[in-house]
Nanobody, 122 residues
Framework: QVQLVESGGGLVQAGASLRLSCTAS????????TGWFRQAPGKEREFVAA????????HYADSVKGRFAISRDNAKNTVYLQMNSLKPEDTAVYYC???????????????WGQGTQVTVSS
């Protein structure tokens, strides 16, 4: 019922910035709590950030707090992840997902995008 498409990934140098977008579509309402997750090769998928329907509640992983910012534009059915001061350890495939609450666990989300690659060079 919900389709999610991520965009904005790419190859950048350490210290650079990127803004990822997650756009939702479907016949049913597409405004849901939304989370960003990332997965590096050989590692577990980890939580990055989450936001409530109205954007009033946000959560961040300690590893990105102060560097990343999650926001949303419900008129465009889009959630953004602004990533600043990127580090090589941020390299991963980034996924957005929607669920019933802006939880930190991947199991709490029902719909997932296909992911967008972010690579940060040294």
């Amino acid at each position: 019922q919900v389709q999610l498409v991520e965009s904005g990934g790419g190859l950048v140098q350490a210290g650079a910035s990127l803004r990822l977008s997650c756009t939702a579509s479907g016949r049913t309402p597409t405004s849901y709590p939304t989370g960003w997750f990332r997965q590096a090769p050989g590692k577990e998928r980890e939580f990055v950030a989450a936001i409530s329907v109205n954007g009033y509640i946000t959560h961040y992983a300690d590893s990105v707090k102060g560097r990343f910012a999650i926001s949303r534009d419900n008129a465009k059915n889009t959630v953004y992840l602004q990533m600043n001061s990127l580090k090589p350890e941020d390299t991963a495939v980034y996924y957005c997902a929607t669920g019933r609450v802006p939880a930190l666990s991947a199991s709490s989300y029902d719909y997932w995008g296909q992911g967008t690659q972010v690579t940060v060079s040294s």
